[in-house]
Structure formats: C-alpha cells, structure tokens
C-alpha cells in the first residue's frame, strides 16, 4: 500500500529537548516536504526536499532543521523545541512532476513542547 | 503577506444544496491549483485540481472555476453530503520550468459544516 508514515504520532516534551519526527514514503517519491498546522494559520510549510541531499527553506524554518540522506526518509529534526513549536505536522511527498499529481500527505504527529 | 485566502473561516450548508467555497490568491504566475480535503486528526487529501490554463473542471460532485482575471478560484459541491462536513484547503502551485515544483502555499481553510 503506498503511504506515508510519521513517527511518533503523539509527542510531549519539554523545552530544550531535543526531538525528531520521522518521515517515511514507500513510493520512491523525489519530493518530500513538512508542514506544520496551527489554528487560524492554516498549513505553512517548514522544508521542502527536491530530491536526495537537496533541502531548501519553507515559509517558516526557522528552529527546524532536516536532512535527506535517502529518498524515502525525510526526518524532521527539533533540535531545541520551545512552546511556539506546539503544533501539528505533516509530512508529505509528491513525484516531481508536482501540478495535478497529488501531494501524499502523512497522518500527522501532534507534538506539544512544555 | 498571504498570498493564498480563504475569507471564509467556515461554511454551513443544507444537505443536498449547493456548497462554495471561495479561494482568491495574489501571484499571477500560479500554474496549478489544488483543493484539498481534511478531517479531524487526519492529514489533508487531495481532492481535485485545476491547470491555469482551463477555466473549470468537473469530477462528479465536485467542480472547481478558476478565474485568472480575478485572480479568483471557487470549489462547488453538489449536491452537498453529510460526509462532505471537513475543512477544505485551497493551494496553488508554481511550476518550475524544468519540471517539478515547489510547496504547496495552503489558505487557512474553510471548514465546510453540512446540514441535515
């Protein structure tokens, strides 16, 4: 079944501890991209992946970091969390072609930072 | 500055009547446009999409309108089912030219709350 998964799917902690969230795509996928959800804000993106060891920013990267080391992973790396980074996120992927192909998103993973 | 709106934060419409939702962007350039679908403690899913270059396409119950002069795109539902109850994203999307493309620029969404 082609999917996307996400690890952990709940996560408490507290700031300053460092966290990674990972992203996993079983259908050889080039794009791959985290999003984050907050009320009233909608869906912004954090890091976009074109393909293996190609990053770039989102709209808000700032207190993220990610790596692309192999095509199907794409972990989300919090390396000192603070509360404004309670949300929800996503993790999705897309063929390159992007445009009408969809983007396949993960189940989500609600971390809270205390 | 939001280049993607949705001023609709949410929608309430009757069962089987027509449901629009609205979506208004600022960057000419926009290629695509996608309309996705989420439910509570689910991600999004794509629900459909439409070129820059047609100015509707229809699948099913699900139509979406894109009006480049107004720069203003528009998701009709009918008729509207108690299943369609979910917050509906609005996405436009830039094509490189050699393929490929960049993140999506989600609007804040319109939650869609169908009656019976």
């Known amino acids: 079944e082609a999917q996307v998964t996400q690890n952990p799917r709940y996560l408490i902690t507290v700031t300053g501890k460092k966290l990674t969230v990972t992203c996993s795509q079983n259908m050889n996928h080039e794009y791959m991209s985290w999003y984050r959800q907050d009320p009233g804000l909608g869906l912004r993106q954090i890091y976009y992946s074109m393909n293996v060891e190609v990053t770039d920013k989102g709209d808000v990267p700032e207190g993220y970091k990610v790596s692309r080391k192999e095509k199907r992973n794409f972990p989300l790396i919090l390396e000192s969390p603070s509360p404004n980074q309670t949300s929800l996120y996503f993790c999705?992927?897309?063929?390159?072609?992007?445009?009408?192909?969809?983007?396949?998103f993960g189940p989500g993973t609600r971390l809270t930072v205390l | 500055d939001q280049q993607v709106k949705q001023n609709s934060p949410s929608l309430s419409v009757q069962e089987g009547r027509i449901s629009i939702l609205n979506c208004d962007y600022t960057?000419?350039?926009?290629?695509?446009f996608l309309w996705y679908k989420k439910y509570p403690a689910e991600g999004p899913t794509f629900l459909i999409s439409i070129s820059s270059i047609k100015d509707k396409n229809e699948d099913g119950r699900f139509t979406v309108f894109l009006n480049k002069s107004a720069k203003h795109l528009s998701l009709h539902i009918v008729p509207s089912q108690p299943g369609d109850s979910a917050v509906y994203f609005c996405a436009p999307i830039l094509m490189y030219s050699g393929g490929g493309a960049d993140g999506l620029t989600f609007g804040k969404g319109t939650h869609l709350i169908i009656q019976p």
């Open positions: 999705a992927s897309s063929p390159p072609s992007g445009g009408t192909d969809t983007q396949y």
């Open positions: 960057n000419s350039m926009f290629d695509y």
